[in-house]
């Protein structure tokens, strides 16, 4: 078995009385694709979120278990929710580039750090843009606005953004549904080509895109880790009846 | 019948839209043809003659209302977005929809009663009126309208945009000052700017507070002059040439407010263009 980057056990989740999240436990490996797929309201993005504390915004939460980043538990006492969030980067469903320029909005996680040197700024955004597969097609307008680039195109500069202050662990959360196929076809490269560098967990519906990028397949289901294995162990062989069924697309 | 019917609806909203129109074409005509005549050099360079002398204009009192425009501006601006930023932020809390509530009260408190308040807080104390108590009761009007257009439009701004800034590690003030409010930015300077338009043309609440001056004065310790209450005062009186000068200062101050409110305009695309690139 892989290394392990993040370790969850025991991991419940509440929104008010309402438990959506039961007793997951589970091992992400370490520069590996790991994909949580389950029908609408299984609780896999409240779960992926969870692993930044991205639902602490939420009013009237509370969890009960452990989940640990490099045997860090990041709802321990004395986590600074921030420095947790610059190693553990995020890329939403809809794509949210801040309405400044190109360059401004992959700079803008090392800005707000403190980093104010030019060069190395610089140095960072092409970089960063680099490692997302955008550098070529927008490097001759850095300042031109974010919001004029296309869809397929937001969505990398959102990884740049993300990828820009150095994180290990990236959470994706259904990343290119809303992406065209060819635009979908180069996020799916570019997560494989991420995997080198980074510890990558992706939540989404598209089962094909599952078995296309990644190496660990986690299948959740109304709250609760069905099954969790290897992603061609889960597609070809899955030992839950369950989970045969929803791959095959018997619901969901 | 059917179409009887529609076309009387179009025509009675045509109608309305005429008769909505027509006080503002006819104000607009009477401010600039009785106002044009009594525009002159001097009525921009100087002040008000003494009864019965031909002449003098209005010079002080366009700085004047300058003036207070400008400290109402410097009071309310802060303190208007800040309470907007606080309204948008703690949208759920208990104070929050209290202040929400406060500032809609305050919005339609006549404005003479917030001038008494300024004469009662500011003037009473410092035993004279001033040009600081002028605009501080301007500056209570467009606090209100400040606050709740901040925060409506902090909410318009999408909540992606916010969790973005979050997940790079901004902290929750970080993300406000950084990202949402810049996002929101055109829309609230319109807002500031047509509320500071507006408190260009009261004359209630300076009526005791900023009084009036005849001379020209910058001193925001002093009482100023306005000329909003230069045209009452002149319009009441029973000389022809002051009537005149009313007009004038009418006329000005109509051409004031018009400016504002381009400037607000043109001021809101360009930053909008300039976020859409």
């Known amino acids: 078995m892989d290394e392990v980057k993040i370790t969850v056990r025991d991991f419940d989740f509440y929104y008010g009385t309402n438990k959506v999240l039961h007793a997951i436990s589970l091992d992400i490996p370490k520069n590996r694709v790991t994909a949580l797929i389950g029908p609408s309201g299984c609780g896999k993005s409240t779960f992926l979120r969870s692993i930044n504390r991205m639902n602490d915004i939420i009013p009237g939460i509370r969890v009960d278990g452990k989940i640990l980043v490099d045997d860090v538990d990041v709802y321990g006492s004395g986590i600074d929710v921030v420095s947790l969030r610059r190693r553990v980067g995020m890329v939403f469903q809809k794509s949210n580039p801040f309405p400044k320029s190109i360059y401004e909005n992959v700079a803008y996680g090392l800005r707000i750090n403190g980093l104010r040197d030019k060069r190395k700024l610089d140095e960072a955004v092409s970089r960063s843009l680099d490692r997302a597969a955008l550098l070529d097609e927008v490097k ?112 969901g | 019948m059917r179409k009887f019917k529609s076309n009387l609806i179009v025509a009675l909203c045509g109608a309305s839209v005429l008769l909505a129109l027509v006080p503002l074409a006819m104000i607009l005509f009477y401010v600039i043809s009785r106002g044009f005549s009594a525009l002159n050099w001097a009525f921009f360079t100087q002040t008000p003659k003494p009864v019965g002398e031909a002449g003098g204009g209005m010079g002080n009192a366009i700085v004047g209302t300058l003036i207070l425009i400008v400290i109402a501006g410097v009071i309310a601006i802060p303190v208007g977005v800040l309470s907007g930023v606080h309204l948008a932020e703690f949208k759920g809390t208990r104070f929050s929809s209290m202040v929400r509530f406060a500032a809609d009260v305050l919005n339609g408190v006549p404005s ?8 009662a807080i500011i003037v009473l104390p410092l035993k004279r009126f001033s040009a600081i108590a002028g605009g501080f009761a301007l500056a209570i009007i467009v606090i209100p309208v400040v606050a709740r257009t901040t925060e409506e439009l902090l909410r318009l701004v999408p ?77 009441l009186s029973p000389y022809d040439d002051w009537i005149r000068q009313a007009w004038a200062g009418a006329l000005v101050l109509v051409t004031m407010i018009l400016i504002l409110s381009i400037i607000a305009r043109v001021a809101t695309r360009r930053l909008e263009r300039m976020a859409r690139g």
């Open chain 2, 159 to 235: 909540g992606g945009l916010k969790e973005a800034a979050l997940a790079l590690g901004a902290t929750r003030a970080k993300a406000m000052f950084s990202v949402i409010l810049p996002a929101a930015l055109p829309g609230i300077l319109t807002g500031i700017l047509v509320a500071l338009a507006r408190v260009a043309g009261e004359t209630a609440p300076l009526l005791f507070t900023a009084f009036n001056n005849r001379f020209f004065s910058t001193n925001v310790t002093q009482p100023i002059g306005s000329l909003t209450v230069q045209v009452f005062t002149y319009a």
């Open chain 2, 112 to 119: 003479i009663v917030i001038g008494i308040f300024a004469y």
């Open chain 1, 140 to 251: 001759d307008r850095l300042n031109a606005s974010a919001l004029a680039l296309s869809g397929g195109q937001q969505q990398r500069l959102c990884i740049a953004r993300a990828l820009a202050v150095d994180p290990d662990v990236l959470l994706m959360d259904e990343p290119a549904s809303a992406l065209d196929p060819i635009a979908t076809q180069k996020i799916e490269e570019l997560v494989f080509d991420l995997k080198k560098n980074y510890t990558i967990v992706i939540v989404t519906h598209n089962m094909q895109q599952a078995a296309r990028v990644s190496d660990r397949t986690a299948f959740f289901m109304l709250g609760k880790l069905v099954e969790y294995d290897d992603t061609r162990t889960i597609f070809m062989n899955p030992s839950v009846k369950l989970t045969e069924d929803y791959i095959t697309g018997r619901f």
